[in-house]
């Protein structure tokens, strides 16, 4: 579909149709958002931005705005992710993996996951004391809610991996 259509069904489409188009398609996001101002919307389209590699710095700025986020973390979450979309990194930051970035406490290890991913390694990383190794850290990565977080953390107790 070309953009004057998905501009269209953005505004006048079901709610469903809206999310699933701004959901595959981060640069319409924002308009799903302005589609309506109340606090479902806000909560949807938080839930919209988290699951996006690289989600629209507009919408991202939209949603701080309006304070659409309920923890520290998604406000973390949120601003890290504007950041990574509007600069660029160092040189240095280009050689480093994701999990030596998240060592150094770049926001840069955001870059290549999800908000929800992200989430996880916060969670994993509050669960376990602080600070990952990078098996924990690629293991939390790849994970996409707080359930995820308890079933990886039982199973390492469970196997008694404790590094």
Known sequence: MD?????TLLRVGED??????AKHNPEHTLNYLKTKLDDSKHASGLELVMDQINPDPKALEYLLE?????????LAILEGKLYCSTHEPTPLEK??????????????WMRDLTGNNVA????????LGGKLTE????????????WDVTNYINARKENNIWT
């Not at 469903?16 to 188009?21: A, E, L």
């Not at 098996?135 to 707080?146: N, P, S, V």
């Open 3 to 7: 953009t004057p259509c998905l501009d």
């Open 95 to 108: 050689t480093m993996t994701n999990y030596e970035l998240y060592q150094s406490g770049s926001v840069w």
């Open 16 to 21: 469903d149709i809206q999310w699933t188009i």
């Open 120 to 127: 996880c390694v916060y969670s994993g990383a509050e669960e």
């Open 135 to 146: 098996t924990d850290f690629h293991g939390l990565a790849k994970l996409h809610d707080d």
């Open 66 to 74: 309006h304070e659409a986020h309920s923890t520290r973390h998604e």
